[in-house]
């Protein structure tokens, strides 16, 4: 027993772990001890175990695994961790445990399984058992259907998930194993008690035996609903009812829980949804408009099949709809047409709400459709409408329902009407609301007055659903004329109705109530009779309000249904027998006067008639003393007023008589049941009385009391009505008056704007001023309620009136409308309130409705349709520019819009983004247009619009959020959320769609009240947002948790996370429990922005009421708003204040006392603690780009212990109103609390960055003033900032340097300044210079000057690392593209040069010339001279300093790009110079600076004439010839433009180049992979524009150093070369797929390329490589790519010459020619697409100069015949593409005699035209020029006689000479010598100095516009822009001496210096003497070597050597000289200069 001992001694964790079994079951038996002993569930102790409960349940002896099995039990019910251990715990339980044969090791396993479940585990244990399904161990399959069973059978299908569980049912139905089938079974019959018949379809394809039996289990089942028996930790609250439950043994009581779940599961959910659209034939659209039925019967039938199936999957069915519809409406075959709508009836089932979008356009088609009689037609038509119905809502289709009521034939109106009925038992009171019934009641109401007996019967089976569903009281006012026994008959059906939802409706409890007179409703004589019964059934009794239970209603702007789910039903506020109007019949005389008697002193009565005035006064008063004493139940109200109307009635003449009458009236209607009956009677004579002088007050005081008693809806349209029917204007204007007045006191709610309007409208155009006053003052009133809107019913208005009625609003902008204050005295308290609300939000909508609608339908036809959808883009925008131009014409529409959504939609994606902003704007223009009614098209152009949010164009997105916003502010948002839509928007992976989508939904859902379910469909698509790749959409998706949770609550989203990975949840999950603490309150009901923009908001005393939404369902509001109130407030004031008022919650009382105490708690060493967490990484490090949730909740954490918790509270309050408190306070307790605020400060600090990223200015501003103060106290205190603090906050300051207002920047460099006083200067250094790295170029600038300030104040020492590397940092931003930047880096530059002296240039090290150009400029300006400056520079001065100084204003002000061309020059002044004092200051060699500022303008000429060029000559030209100065290789002026783009990025890039070329392998390729990387950036890839030459030319020096000497070498391992190989290659491969890029590569370095690469290929020591195959494979590639990228004309000259070359060189192998040739073959097959691209008249020069040192003879000679072919197919093709144009392309070539070309040309073309034949064309067009084979020597003679003759003569001579010219240029080898021989020598010259005029004048004009190439004529080297030209250089022929000959020397030395000749790429390099020896391309390497070795020496770094021959910045670039004025001086002076450039240059 020895070795028991020892493990004895063991912990109990050990010894579970323990290899022997016995130590183990010990260690189990008394963890099972301990955890049952643990009574703490969050104990530490439990923490141990978290990675051993595994082991507990898998081990591998049985006996231990079972006490292993009990343990893990007891700790997974009791440890708080054991969520944890779900996945590897359960997993082990499914492999180990239930294959155990002991029967208690199952049971325990399912144990464990259960309780995971318990502890809110449910899916992943779900999980782990249903992969233990597919286990090849049946045991196994078997014990995890008995546990999911158990699982369902205990826990209920809301906890189990059901559908992946039905999913893999079939499966094991069709199990061999018997055990797993009957198991099978027994969950089949589990999920059926839970779901019932939705359990049937996913089970119809098993064995049908198996079907049977189930069939037969199921029927057993009992039908009582499943209860859930066993809870959630989360449900304990439901526990404990169901165990009182179960207790009492209620069997009542289960139903509401049973309620909720059994519905739960639709079968629909269980389904798999299958694609039907690409199954359909592809014949369907064909055959179903066949002409044949059978052919469409076919088609219908097969779409038929497929819609059988129950789920289908969304997709694009419009066209599939359109031809359904078609069918329905127009074929004649009506069997086809039953056929068509069974299809419709199965998509509609099949996509659900899906199909929604497409029910507005089928609807009105199959009801009109129900004109067929055959009843099965009519059955399927049926089918069709209540399957599309589901998919839609009545509100959607109402419109077009209604449209069809009216119809004449009366089956039509019977179907519709029995739809109707159909329909709304579907609904509930909150989808049928007061707005949807009143038109349907009205339509139905005329219906069940039908002559056809079907029609009245379907009509009042309608009535009678409505009642049933809606309640009486919704549906009463309606009804209100409806006889009696109509109206018993509406009931009797009411009762029969069977609901969908079998809500026991609370409407029937009313029935009772109020009828007395309902049924005869009271008719009167005339007109006004009629007005009235159609009221009474026209509106609901609009003060008979409902409380606010708007489940449905959504307070958005303009919504129709804006009291939508004011649940109709809901009891109105009245009590008893007030609920109704009162109705009264109308009585006789007689009897009113027995009433009267009745309650009257007989005297009275009496003397109402009497002849005085005096009795009737005293009668009056009397009448008046008993109406007073009058109870109201017995005031006969109607015998009353009757009595008062009796003669003399309302023409009594004596005032104060009527005075007392009047007020008798008021009197009357305040106290008793005062009818409309009795209004009717008084009012007349009211209105009479209004205007009167004595009597109108009492006249107006008895109206508002009628208006009380009858509502002022009423009274007011009775009152305007009749005074309108008058013509007295006075009582017109006081009517208006007293109407205005009354609309105050009473609200606005159920006034008939319509009515008043036409009232209005009358009144405006009244003679009388005062009633024009009076009409202006009532719709000032109106504004106040209804907002803009108002004022579209009178933009037809003069303009004088308009801008009358527009004062009026401008008065009333800005005044909320006042509450009412009557008109709800006799409701019940609070509810009335409510009530006023909801009518009050209906006001400004159905104002639009009023709107007068035209309808546009007819004017949207199929060839503007087609317009719209045309291939060309410009009929388009015709197309849409119409639709604008229609809308505009219509203003408001009717929102039957045709085909228009169809054509529209297209467009949203059209590629031409113009004309999708355009849709755009049409779309939010129809928005307005077609207001509320847009609703219908959310689905089918709403959503498309939400797609466009993905454009990537930032305008395209805006339009398109603005769009939506249009559409949202008419729709509300319910239509948007609700179905698929939305979510499948956000499941698209585009980032601008996600987070557009987010922002709207962030900003949108907080003003909701309620949502659709379906927006729980985007949460998951939400939750892979909070992951995205793209910060802006993760951070959006963060901003969009609190909105979404508002409405879902935590609990959802937090179960949603369920399928997520587990790293994935747990990060989500932190996300919500941050959200969830900023989770807005919902919003109030009343503050609603309805569409009155001014005080639209109810009235101010309502607003804190908003939790009444909560309680939608119950109608005993009343009681309880007061606690709701106080809770409402509490959540109010910690969300963002959301209602008006804040109501204080309780807690704020106490805090208000605790404030007293220190705001920092001084806790000993908490500081060094939180320093050394952060050290040890236990806690996050600060260090953000922008703040997480996670760094603000460990900044709470950490401030909970030393910040007083209400200061807390207000510095992590939501609302930055709070943080300026905290500021405030903390700004307070500085001084008294100095040791606390040093003790906390790092936190404080962390804190104040996080307000940095705050919007709110104010806070900020706050903040800064602050630190301003905070830091002043540190340094009295002496206190140094530690690394931690600073670290963590300096960053943060340094961001807020860069913020757009001065105010704030100034302040951060105030405190940056104070910062140094207790932080070093030197370590703030390091902080700003990042902040130099900043995108924010205010940034940059602020923290260069800071930068300045620093060095100023504390010296050079304070720069770090070294001096040397900050300063080349600051240089870099010289070259930055902002001016400021540029301007603050030369400042402080200059700054410290004036602390540093000269030194500071070797510190920079190298610049680019302009940066360093830049600098000098400024140092030459700035005052302060150091001593230190050296002596140099001064001596070197230039004679135009002064000319510069001048300029200096200029150039500080900084527009570098706009600077005229002179200061450009001024610019490069110094070039030379800065060479030598920057980077070469040991070369001793200078130049004087004019010379080379010479260079300079030439270089810099941009094409304008410049006229000082001549004094080049006044120059001391002697130094140009030394040796070092050779120009710099500068082939291409750099615009300023480009330099400042990349100036800084220059300098690096050269020097990476430099080292492409370097020897060394490893360098090399290191310098490549960055160049690649900057290649295959988009974005980056231009900063190499300028540098590809260089870089070419570095490769090729690099592949001839492999092939020379790499390869030669022995040591060198070969797998480096190929390494380097593909390094070269791969770089080239990106390079060249940059077209751009690739474009700028000039000839040479092409010619040389490609012989690099050619000689590549050929190496035959690269073949035996290991990888060389694959080696040559890619060089093959990029040979194409080349030769497809590259700039074409520069390659084929390239190649031409390399021809040439390769044919020349004896040494060269045949191979490469061939090679050579191949590239030109693979040139000529492009040729047909890049010959516009191509400069032929180079092309030609080329091959003009390949036949003349090649003529035909000598290539015949070669051995290959393939270069003679080449040649040939070359001219060819280029013959076959310009055809004779090709000709004119020859300009080019001096002498066109030297080679065979021309002639060649000729020939080709005179065959082309012979194969055509068209002989006379080729007269026309060439016959002139072919003269040596056309025409004979005499006429050419003859020609130039007469041509002669002309320049002989005076008149002529201008002409003659112009005709030579021409002549000349003909035929260039025609020869006038002969001519000139005879004549003096004068004219001779005179001749020659012509043409060569006219040449230069013709060539200057007429060739720049054409190719933007200046020509290279004749020879001479003359810019294009000059028009002088020296009469002697010319072409010459023959002559010797001509200067021409050394200017094309100097050409080709030019050229071989890589200096460009003027602006051609490679410009003619023979002379005018045809100097064979020249080659034909100086190669670029020539140069290159002697460049090479300089730049390594002076570290150059290939400062801007853009060999690039082929830009065209500059028209005239290079040039060494300008055109020399024509004096003979010039040309000795030329010969001069150019022989002793000869000389030096040998």
């Known amino acids: 027993m020895g070795d028991d001992s020892e493990w004895m001694k063991l912990p109990i964790d050990q010894k579970c772990e323990h290899k022997l079994w016995k130590a183990r079951l010990n260690g189990y038996e008394e963890a099972l001890k301990l955890f049952q002993k643990i009574d703490d569930e969050k104990s530490p102790e439990w923490s141990k175990y978290l990675g051993l409960i595994k082991k507990f349940v898998t081990d591998s002896n049985a006996v231990a695994q079972l006490k292993g099995l009990e343990a893990a039990l007891a700790y997974v019910e009791n440890a708080h961790v054991a969520g944890k251990t779900t996945g590897e715990v359960a997993s082990g339980v499914v492999n180990k445990v239930f294959n155990q044969p002991k029967a208690r090791a199952k049971e325990l396993g399912l144990d464990i399984c259960l309780m995971y479940i318990e502890i809110e585990k449910g899916e992943a244990v779900q999980e782990e058992l249903l992969k233990g399904l597919d286990n090849k161990n049946p045991k196994i399959i078997v014990a995890c259907i008995e546990t999911l069973r158990k699982a369902l059978s205990e826990f209920g299908s809301k906890i189990i998930s059901l559908k992946p569980i039905i999913k893999v049912l079939p499966k094991l139905f069709e199990s061999r194993e018997k055990a797993v089938r009957d198991e099978a079974k027994l969950l089949a019959v589990e999920i059926y008690r839970w779901i019932r018949d939705a359990l049937r379809p996913p089970l119809q394809n098993i064995n049908s035996v198996q079907l049977k039996e189930l069939e037969e289990e199921w029927v057993k089942l009992s039908s009582a609903a499943p209860k859930q028996t066993r809870f959630l930790r989360s449900q304990q609250e439901l ?190 009171p909150s989808t049928l609301p007061k707005s949807l019934l009143k038109p349907f009641c009205a339509a139905l109401l005329k219906h069940i007055n039908d002559s056809a007996p079907e029609v009245r019967d379907a009509g009042f089976e309608a009535l009678g659903t409505a009642l049933k569903v809606a309640g009486e009281k919704a549906v009463n006012p309606f009804l209100a004329d409806v006889d009696k026994l109509k109206l018993d008959r509406i009931k009797e059906c009411a009762e029969k109705v069977e609901l969908v939802y079998g809500k026991k409706m609370g409407g029937t409890a009313d029935k ?377 014409d219509a203003k408001f529409i009717q929102p039957n819009i045709g085909e228009l959504p169809g054509a529209l939609k297209s467009r949203l994606n059209d590629s031409n983004k113009i004309l999708v902003q355009q849709t755009l704007s049409i779309l939010q223009q129809l928005a307005a247009a077609m207001g509320p009614n847009i609703k219908q098209h959310v689905k089918n152009l709403g959503v498309p619009i939400i797609t466009v949010l993905g454009d990537s164009k930032n305008t395209v997105r805006a339009a398109a959020l603005a769009t939506v916003n249009a559409w949202a502010e008419q729709t509300g948002m319910k239509e948007w959320l609700e179905g698929e839509d939305l979510s499948e928007e956000l499941k698209k992976e585009n980032p601008f769609l996600r987070q557009e989508l987010l922002g709207w939904l962030a900003e949108k859902l907080p003003t909701l009240r309620s949502v659709p379910s379906d927006l729980l469909l985007c949460v998951p698509h939400l939750y892979s947002c909070l992951e995205d790749r793209n910060g802006d959409v993760r951070k959006k998706a963060q901003d969009a948790l609190p909105s979404f949770m508002m409405h879902l609550g935590f609990e959802k989203m937090a179960k949603a996370t369920g399928k997520l990975k587990p790293t994935s949840k747990d990060q989500v999950l932190a996300m919500l429990e941050k959200a969830k603490a900023n989770m807005p309150a919902k919003p109030a009901p009343p503050a609603k922005a309805s569409s009155r923009v001014v005080g639209g908001a109810a009235p101010a005393k309502f607003q804190p009421t908003s939790g009444l939404a909560e309680d939608s369902g119950s109608n005993t509001m009343e009681s309880k708003p007061d606690p709701k109130k106080a809770k409402v407030g509490g959540a109010s004031s910690k969300a963002k204040g959301v209602q008006g008022k804040k109501v204080p919650t309780k807690p704020n009382l106490k805090e208000d006392d605790d404030k007293s105490g220190p705001i920092f708690i001084i806790v000993p060493n908490g500081k060094e603690q939180r320093m050394k967490d952060e050290k040890g990484l236990k806690v996050l490090k600060w260090n953000f780009t922008t703040p997480r949730d996670e760094y603000i909740e460990q900044l709470k954490t950490q401030m909970s212990s030393c910040v007083a918790k209400w200061l807390q509270d207000e510095m992590f309050h939501a609302d930055f109103q709070h943080h300026n408190k905290a500021l405030a306070v903390m700004i307070e307790h500085l001084e008294s609390e100095k040791d606390g605020v040093i003790s906390c400060l790092d936190l404080i600090l962390k804190w104040l960055t996080l307000r940095f990223f705050d919007t709110n200015t104010s806070v900020l501003m706050k903040a800064l003033e602050y630190l301003k103060l905070l830091f002043n106290l540190l340094s009295q205190e002496e206190y140094h900032l530690t690394e931690n603090e600073a670290s963590s906050f300096i960053p943060y300051l340094i961001l807020k340097v860069g913020e757009p207002k001065d105010v704030i920047r100034k302040d951060v460099r105030a405190i940056l300044n104070r910062m140094c006083l207790i932080y070093p200067a030197s370590k703030m250094f390091t902080f700003i210079m990042e902040g130099t790295k900043s995108k924010n170029s205010k940034q940059r600038a602020e923290c260069l000057e800071e930068l300045g300030c620093l060095v100023e104040s504390y010296g050079m020492n304070v720069c770090q690392p070294t001096p040397g590397k900050a300063l080349k940092e600051m240089a870099t931003h010289i070259g930055d593209r902002d001016n400021t930047v540029r301007n603050a880096a030369l400042n402080t530059i200059v700054t410290v040069y004036n602390v540093h002296g000269d030194q500071v240039f070797k510190l920079i090290g190298n610049l680019s010339e302009k940066d360093m150009s830049m600098l000098e400029e400024r140092i030459k300006r700035s005052a302060k001279r150091p001593a230190a400056a050296p002596v140099r520079q001064a001596e070197e001065k230039p004679q135009r300093v002064q000319n510069i100084n001048t300029n200096a204003s200029m150039l500080r002000k900084g527009p570098a790009e706009d600077m005229s061309s002179k200061l450009k020059i001024m610019y490069r002044t110094y070039r030379i110079q800065n060479r030598n004092m920057g980077g070469h200051s040991e070369t001793t060699h200078t130049v004087p600076r004019e010379f080379q500022l010479d260079l300079d303008e030439i270089e810099n000429d941009n094409g304008t004439v410049r006229c000082e060029m001549p004094a080049l000559v006044q120059h001391k030209l002697d130094d140009i010839f030394e040796p070092v100065l050779i120009p710099e290789p500068k082939i291409r002026a750099v615009s300023p433009h480009f330099d400042d783009l990349h100036s800084n990025t220059a300098s690096t890039i050269n020097f990476v180049i430099s080292q492409v070329a370097s020897g060394d392998i490893n360098t090399s390729i290191q310098a490549l992979a960055q160049i690649d ?75 040389d390329l490609m012989h690099g690469l050619i000689t590549l290929m050929l190496d035959s020591r690269v073949e035996d490589l290991e990888e060389g195959e694959q080696v040559i494979r890619s060089v093959n590639l990029l040979v194409v790519k080349v030769l497809e990228k590259s700039d074409q004309t520069n390659i084929l000259s390239a190649l031409l010459v390399l021809l040439q070359d390769s044919l020349l060189a004896t040494a060269s192998s045949p191979k490469f020619s061939e090679l050579v040739m191949k590239c030109l073959w693979r040139m000529v097959r492009l040729l047909p697409e890049t010959i516009n691209s191509i400069n ?145 020598q004068f004219f001779q010259s005179y001749v020659e100095r012509g043409l060569r005029l006219i040449e230069t004048e013709r060539e200057g004009k007429g060739r720049i516009p054409s190719t933007g190439i200046p020509p290279q004529m004749e020879g001479t080297c003359v810019p294009a822009s000059t028009n002088t030209v020296s009469s002697s250089i010319g072409n010459t022929n023959g002559e010797e001496v001509g200067p021409s000959v050394y200017l094309e020397r100097l050409k080709i030395l030019r050229q071989r210096c890589g200096l460009d000749n003027a602006k051609e790429d490679r410009p003619p390099l023979t002379s005018v003497l045809s100097k064979p020896a020249v080659p034909a391309v100086a190669s670029s390497t020539d140069m290159l070597h002697s460049k090479l070795s300089q730049l390594r020496e002076s570290r150059e770094q290939y400062q801007h050597l853009d060999l690039d021959s082929n830009q065209t910045h500059s028209s005239g670039i290079g040039t060494t000289m300008a055109s020399p004025s024509s004096t003979a001086a010039n040309i000795d002076d030329l010969k001069k200069r150019l022989e002793r450039i000869k000389s030096s240059r040998k």
């Open 1573 to 1647: 990387e900057v290649l295959r950036q988009e974005d980056k890839a231009e900063a190499m524009s300028g540098h590809i030459d260089q870089f070419l030319i570095a490769t090729f020096m690099q592949l001839r150093l492999i092939y020379n000497t790499h390869m030669a070498d022995e040591k060198l391992d070969k797998d480096e070369i190929v390494k380097l190989y593909s390094c070269i290659i791969g770089s080239m491969i990106s390079l060249f797929q940059i077209e751009s890029l690739a474009r700028e590569a000039s000839t040479g370095v092409l010619k």
């Open 239 to 428: 526990k404990a009812k169901f165990e009182q439950q179960q207790a009492v043994g209620d069997a009542d009581g289960g139903g509401d829980d049973g309620d909720e779940a059994v519905p739960q599961v639709d079968a629909y959910e269980l389904l798999e949804a299958v694609e039907i659209l690409s199954k359909l034939p592809k014949d369907f659209y064909d055959k179903i408009e066949a002409k044949k039925w059978q052919e469409r019967k076919e088609a219908l039938e097969a779409v038929e099949m497929l819609v059988k199936n129950p789920k289908l999957e969304a997709g694009d069915y419009a066209d599939l709809v359109k031809v359904l519809k078609k069918v329905v409406g127009k074929d004649t075959n009506v069997m086809l047409v039953a056929l068509a709508a069974k299809c419709l009836a199965g998509l509609a089932a099949g996509l659900r709400k899906k199909f929604g979008q497409y029910a507005g356009h089928v609807v009105p088609t199959i009801l009109e459709k129900f004109k067929e009689k055959k009843p099965q037609v009519v059955q399927a038509l049926q089918e069709a409408i209540d399957a599309i119905f589901l998919t839609t809502t009545l509100q959607n289709i109402s419109e077009d329902v209604l449209a069809v009521m009216d119809n004449k034939n009366p089956t039509i109106k019977q179907q519709t009407s029995l739809f109707i009925a159909r329909s709304f038992r579907h609904c509930s």
């Open 1736 to 1880: 032929l008249d180079r092309i030609l020069l080329d091959i003009h100069i390949f036949m003349k040192v090649f003529p035909k003879e000598k290539l015949k000679q070669c051995k290959s015949e393939f270069p003679i072919r080449t040649l040939k197919t070359l001219l060819h093709t280029l013959c076959k593409l310009k055809g004779p144009k090709i000709l004119d392309h020859l300009t080019m070539i001096d002498n066109k005699n030297e080679s065979e070309l021309e002639a060649h040309l000729c020939r080709v073309m005179k065959h082309s035209m012979d194969q055509t034949g068209s002989k006379a064309d080729k007269e026309m067009e060439k016959g002139a020029s072919r003269i040596e084979e056309k025409s004979s020597k005499a006429k050419v003679n003859d020609i130039l006689a007469e041509i002669f003759k002309k320049i002989g003569s005076k008149e002529n001579t201008k002409e003659g000479l112009a005709e030579l010219y021409e002549y000349k240029k003909k035929y260039s080898d025609a020869d006038i010598e002969p001519f000139l021989k005879n004549s003096s």
């Open 512 to 888: 009772k109530e109020g009828k007395p007179a309902i049924g005869k409703a009271p008719v009167l004589s005339g007109a006004a009779g009629d007005k009235e019964t159609k009221d009474a059934a026209a509106k609901p009794g609009p003060l008979k309000k409902a409380p606010a239970m708007k489940s449905g209603g959504l307070p958005k702007k303009g919504k129709p249904a804006a009291a939508a789910g004011m649940g109709g039903a809901g009891a109105k506020g009245k009590k008893g027998p007030e609920t109704k109007e009162i109705f009264e019949s109308e009585l006789s005389i007689e009897v009113c006067e027995e009433k009267a008697a009745a309650v009257l002193p007989a005297s009275c009565i009496q003397q109402l008639d009497s002849g005085n005035w005096k009795e009737r006064l005293a009668c009056m008063e009397e009448f008046q003393k008993a109406v007073e004493l009058m109870e109201r139940s017995e005031m006969p109200c109607q015998a009353l007023v009757r009595m008062l109307a009796k003669k003399p009635g309302w023409k009594e003449t004596n005032f104060q008589v009527m005075q007392i009458k009047l007020h008798i009236v008021a009197l009357v209607a305040q106290k008793g049941n005062f009818s409309k009956t009795s209004a009717q009677i008084v009012l007349d004579g009211l209105v009479d009385k209004v205007g009167d002088v004595k009597c109108g007050s009492n006249a107006k005081e008895a109206m508002t009391a009628i208006a009380e008693a009858c509502q002022l809806p009423w009274t007011a349209e009775q009152v305007v009505a009749m005074a309108f029917s008058q013509k007295n204007p006075k009582n017109q204007s006081e009517t208006l008056n007293w109407l205005s007045n009354a609309i105050r006191e009473f609200g606005f709610s159920g006034l008939n704007v319509k009515a008043f309007i036409s009232n209005v409208k009358t009144a405006l155009a009244a003679t009388n001023p005062a009633v024009r006053t009076s009409a202006i003052t009532l719709l000032g009133v109106m504004y106040l309620y209804v907002g803009p809107p108002l004022r579209m019913f009178f933009e037809d208005e003069k303009p004088a009136l308009l801008s009358q009625i527009d004062a009026e609003f401008e008065k009333m902008q800005g005044q909320t409308a006042p509450a009412p204050t009557r008109g709800i005295s006799r409701h019940s308290g609070g509810s009335g309130d409510d009530g006023e609300e909801e009518e009050q939000e209906d006001v400004g909508n159905d104002v639009v409705d009023l709107l007068p609608r035209t309808d546009i339908g007819d004017k949207i036809t199929t060839e503007l349709v087609s317009k719209i959808g045309d291939k060309n883009w410009k009929i388009r925008k015709e197309g849409l520019d119409e639709v604008t131009s229609i809308i505009n």
